[in-house]
């Protein structure tokens, strides 16, 4: 069978997008690992799924999988790309979009620039919510790593994200950090690590490397994570422009009960068909 894709970017977090509400496919992880590479298939971050909800109340159900092929909670940059991609396809003219996903509701908003707001609910500090091996929510924690001790911040968006605060990110050990830190015993689901350079109250420079992927050009819910613990550890000032290599996010969390909003652009790159046995 041919299946029919879209290929986009949240400022070059690249994504695979797949309407499963007008098509039919199953993609088992080893496919979805055999369509991310980079050399013998379409290659992306993450492969974005489409499928109608299950919940009445909401618009589409939204599924993620990283490139290793297997399934997370969310993602922010492809949140941005799934609400332009649903109504580029004609699958709703809506611009306010109620998405199901695995870690519960999202809304999307398609602005009249086309830049998309999505509402990434409430930061959660609790280490049960990461999951994080740890006694208590304390803005910053001493984690062990390369037999050196490094203090991260621990917050869930959804996925379960380390923030570790560095002087330059340009030359943060994020290839020799990133995945000691994913794969460390206390994140039993593993963990994305971000690397955060405070530029002012109002600015941050990012890098991340995401879990099941690797360093990214971006990632919409690394943005919100290192926004949250910096907040959260008297560092930074709602909104906050954080700077990834591949573009600007702005985050929005005006009290630490409210929900956190991401506002950013998406791309559309091709379209394509691919054969399927
Ligand atoms: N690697 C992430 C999923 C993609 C997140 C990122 N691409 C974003 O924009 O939020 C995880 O395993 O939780």
């Known amino acids: 069978m041919l299946l029919h894709f879209t290929k986009m970017h949240g400022l070059s977090n690249d994504f695979m997008v797949v309407d499963l509400v007008t098509q039919r496919a199953r993609l088992d992880t080893e496919r979805i690992q055999q369509l991310a590479n980079r050399h013998l298939g379409i290659g992306f971050d993450q492969l974005l799924l489409v499928e109608p909800p299950r919940d009445p109340e909401m618009d589409f ?98 996925n379960p994200h380390a923030v570790l605060v560095v002087d330059d990110v340009d030359s943060a050990p994020v290839a020799r950090l990133g995945p000691l830190i994913e794969r460390h015993v206390r994140f039993p689901r593993r963990v994305n690590v971000g690397f955060l350079q405070v530029v002012s109250r109002h600015e941050a420079r990012l890098r991340v490397f ?38 600007t996010l702005t985050v929005e969390w005006p009290t630490e009960d409210a929900p956190m909003v991401m506002i950013g652009p998406a791309t559309s790159v091709f379209e394509g068909r691919i054969a399927l046995p």
């Open 61 to 158: 159900r939204y599924r993620i999988f990283n490139a290793d092929g297997h399934e997370v909670e969310n993602c922010g940059n492809g949140a941005r790309c799934f609400a332009r991609f649903v109504r580029g396809a004609g699958l709703t003219h809506k611009r306010e979009i109620r998405v199901e996903t695995q870690a519960g509701p999202l809304t999307l908003r398609v602005e009249e620039d086309e830049r998309v707001r999505v509402n990434m609910g409430v930061p959660r500090f609790a280490p049960e919510a990461v999951p994080f091996d740890a006694p208590t929510d304390a803005p910053t924690h001493t984690l062990e790593v390369d037999d050196a001790r490094w203090e991260i911040g621990v917050v869930s968006m959804g």
């Open 210 to 247: 995401e879990r099941g992927s690797g360093e990214t050009l971006a990632c919409g819910t690394g943005a919100c994570a290192a926004v949250a613990t910096g907040i959260r550890r008297g560092l930074f000032e709602s909104p906050v422009d954080v700077h990834l290599p591949g573009g």
